[in-house]
C-alpha cells in the first residue's frame, strides 16, 4: 500500500476497507499536484484503534511538516494543503484490527482556494 499519487482526483484506503485492515500495516501515500495546485483531502469513512493514537493511526503531512495524526472513530475535518505536496501515513500495530479509513482527494488552483 502507499506510493506517489499524483492523479487529480482519488480515493485513497487503508488496506482490505472496508474489510478489517492488517497487523503491522505501514503504508505510505504522497499526493504531488502541480505547482500551481493544491490538495484538498477529505475522510469519508474513519476507524482505527483509538488509545491516544499510540498504536493504529494516520499522519498528514503539508509538504514536510507534520499537520495532524488521527485515530479513533470520529470523521476528522478535511485538510487543505498549503503546498503542492500532501504525505498520508497509516500505521497500525500487532494487536486489534478495525475497518481503516476511506478518504477522497482533489487539486484545485491555487487561485481558486481565494474564491472559496
Known amino acids: 500500500c502507499g506510493g506517489v499519487i499524483n492523479t487529480e482526483s482519488g480515493t485513497i484506503q487503508s488496506p482490505n476497507f472496508p474489510n478489517l485492515y492488517p497487523q503491522n500495516a505501514v503504508c505510505d501515500w504522497t499526493v504531488e499536484a502541480p505547482e500551481d495546485k493544491i490538495i484538498i483531502f ?51 500495530d500487532d494487536q486489534y484490527e478495525y475497518e481503516g479509513f476511506n478518504a477522497t482527494y482533489s487539486m484545485k488552483g491555487k487561485q481558486d482556494l481565494i474564491k472559496l
Open 42 to 92: 477529505t475522510f469519508n469513512y474513519f476507524d482505527l484503534e483509538d488509545y491516544n493514537c499510540e498504536f493504529d493511526f494516520v499522519v498528514i503531512y503539508d509538504g514536510d511538516k507534520e499537520i495532524a495524526v488521527h485515530c479513533g472513530s470520529s470523521i476528522p475535518d478535511p485538510v487543505t494543503s498549503t503546498t503542492n505536496k500532501l504525505r498520508i501515513t497509516f500505521i497500525s
